[in-house]
């Protein structure tokens, strides 16, 4: 572990190789099920998936190698993993006239390194995910939530230039974020830990991170902004609760959040908690979050095919527009970023789902509204003409990440005011998950688009009109 701006440098021995074991493979072959894990017919063993929450199944350019929404780890035909072992006193010139530590590495788990370095040590390469001020189609009328702003974007969020293969210079994602370590035996533990290994098979801190020898003569630290961690309060498919955001350290070890991000006192140790990953595990790298699902868990969520049958029996009962009559259909799951003309649209503070309109605006002061009540589609709020109330008027979009949903229940919800459609569980379990923003902020958001929720449970029931024959 190499700490810039530090009297200590901790390197490990020339001859040990610490990089994932695939980097004489493809870019993207790592923790792949057809990169040769296993030969024969036995099963590869799955440990998990990650999730980049905001992305509805699959980047916005499409997912391509190491870049992508979601990547399954799979155990390696051999451990890649490293712990520390054995300390030694040397001489380094790192540091002239200074003492520092070899650390003897030994491999016994599966190491998986995330960050925004596009080098070849990196098993998932993560970008920013910006607030969402559009719901995950991208069509007229989709307003963001009130105060919607960018992630990683607040006040002590340090950002980062260079590397990363033309990230943006001001993201405040570490290029080398964290490494998760998985046991390969079982029950297949998986742990986090923050930072990850360079070019130089290094671990390497900025200047301005927090960073300080242990009890045992260890070095450990923070990365500059932060990997935090909230494991959910109770099962995350059968009772869905929040649970406390804390941080990880190089060493894996759990700490109280600091007072910003980027602040170089670290919190207070918490030492009845630990780093094991578990069903429903978020981890938030300062403009990404993802969503850590295990194989018992993803099992009792639907899958893209499930997920097509309950788009073509919602099809199938021909819901109607209440005013204009007109059947009413969400569009395939392949055309999920393309406004249909037949497709729903809600309103989202009552629940009617109509087809799509232009008029209904209200007459408020600074709306131009022209001849006939109607309006830009991009302006105003819309009034109801069910039930009279006011409030937004979004196109209804599936959600198409499995991943992300509590259970496999009827589509009969959608998050406000994106308009993303799913089970009563997930909008109720995610809308009370308060997700890091800025500096030292949380919101609620939709998991598929990253829109802040808004009204009183972010969140409504739709009321769907069926054929009038």
């Not at 020898?213 to 990997?227: A, F, I, P, Y």
Request: aromatic residues 6%.
């Amino acid at each position: 572990m190499v700490l810039e701006g530090s009297s200590e440098a901790l390197c490990p021995p020339p001859s040990l190789e610490l990089r994932p074991s695939c980097n004489k493979s493809p870019p993207g072959s790592c923790s792949t099920p057809h990169d040769g894990l296993f030969t024969g017919d036995k099963e590869p063993i799955k440990y998990g998936e990650l999730m980049v929450l905001g992305h509805n199944g699959s980047l916005a350019n499409g997912d391509k190698g190491r870049r992508r929404s979601r990547l399954a780890l799979y155990k390696r035909p051999k451990a890649n993993g490293v712990k520390p072992d054995v300390i030694h006193n040397v001489s380094t010139p790192l540091v002239s006239k200074v003492r520092g530590h070899i650390i003897i590495i030994q491999s016994s788990t599966v190491l998986n390194t995330i960050g925004r370095s596009t080098e070849n040590m990196i098993d998932f390469v993560v970008t920013d995910t910006a607030g969402s001020s559009t719901s995950g189609g991208g069509g007229q009328g989709q307003g963001a939530g009130p105060g919607c702003v960018a992630r990683g974007q607040g006040q002590g969020a340090v950002g980062e230039g260079g590397g990363g293969g033309g990230q943006s210079v001001q993201s405040t994602i570490s290029r080398y974020a964290c490494r998760i370590m998985c046991e390969r035996s079982a029950p297949y533990t998986a742990r986090i830990y923050a930072a990850g290994f360079d070019s130089s098979k290094n671990i390497f801190l900025g200047e301005r991170a927090a960073k300080w020898r242990t009890s045992d003569g260890l070095m450990d630290g923070l990365t500059t902004n932060g990997v935090l961690v909230m494991h959910p309060a109770g099962e995350f498919v059968s009772e869905p609760a929040p649970g406390v955001w804390r941080e990880i350290s190089v060493c894996g070890n759990v700490f109280a959040l600091r007072e910003t991000r980027s602040a170089q006192q670290r919190g207070t140790l918490v030492e009845n908690e630990s780093n094991t990953l578990q069903d429903g595990s978020l981890i938030d790298l300062c403009g990404a979050t993802l969503l850590w699902r295990t194989p018992s868990g993803l099992r009792r969520t639907p899958t893209l095919k499930q997920l097509e049958t309950l788009r073509q029996e919602l099809n199938a009962a021909r819901p109607q527009c209440p005013v204009g009559f007109n059947t009413l259909a969400f569009p395939s799951l392949a055309r999920r970023e393309i406004v249909d003309k037949k497709q729903p649209w809600v309103y989202v503070n009552c629940g009617h789902v109509h087809g799509y309109h232009n008029w209904g605006y209200r007459k408020d002061k600074g709306h131009n509204v022209g001849p006939g009540g109607t309006a830009p589609a991009s302006t105003g709020e819309r009034e109801c003409p069910m039930c009279r109330r006011v409030g937004p008027y979004v196109p209804l979009w599936l959600g198409c990440e499995g991943g992300l949903y509590l259970d496999a229940g009827p589509p009969t919800h959608a998050f406000c005011p994106c308009g993303h459609v799913c089970s009563e569980k997930t909008v109720a379990g995610w809308s009370q998950i308060p997700l890091p923003h800025g500096t030292h902020a949380f919101h609620a958001a939709c998991p598929f688009c990253g829109t802040w929720l808004t009204g009183e449970h972010g969140h409504i029931k739709l009321i769907f009109q069926g054929p009038v024959d």
